[in-house]
């Protein structure tokens, strides 16, 4: 469902998402590519922090091993630091240590922070420095074997009415989504809204979400102020082929 490749500029990570599972006390691994595109010598330093989402899925950094959620301390990488070449794929290994009394989901993000070269590489007959830099995550999850999957469901469908984002007014939906769940679920939020005085069919670009066990996140939709009418909002939440597809609608009047 979701792309599996993270780039940047002239750097790609593949994939951008590590899913281990395994029995208590087994140490299980996989591969990381590395891959630089660009014309330029790309040095990355890597570091690990745990992380969680706020109630809008928002990204939240902790140092690693804080979380009661972390599988940071039990990551070991074949290399704390990638030098790729142009044009040049390295793999990183990635081993992880499952403690024996691991039972419930954890999850920790490696980071690859593009470091300075110190020594100038000579391209074309010059000599460039990177001066451009970047920094790039793969979130890396555990998921013991016999957990309820649970399902993802709708809680509520508010019409926040208009806003303003700073610059220009909008009017505002907002769906609030729990996961029943014991392992993580990833989904997309589709929005149709149908004028009910002339039929008009408003299609909304659909949001992606990754939720975490038990966890409930707002889902926001923005709308275009110039929407004037009675309709009918028709939320759809897929999950994929594994989940049943849930609906959500709502009556909303906007007027000029």
Known sequence: MFTHKTMGQGFSISPSRLSFTGNPGETVAQTISLSNTSQAILNFSTRILDFDRDSLGNKMYYDPGTRPSSNAKWLTMSSTSVRLLPGETKKLNISMAIPAVAKTNAQSMIFFTQVKDQSSAAIAGKSIGVSILMEMGVQVYYTPN?????????LAFEDRGTVSDGKLKLRRLMLKIHNTGDINKDAFVRLELTNKETGEEHKIDPASIAM???????????????????????ALLDAGAAYDLKIAEKEVIYRP
């Open 146 to 154: 016999g957990l309820n999957a649970g399902e993802l469901e709708f």
């Open 212 to 234: 975490m066990p038990q966890a409930t996140q707002w889902v926001t939709f923005n709308l275009p102020i110039e929407l004037t009418g009675k309709f009918l909002a028709v």
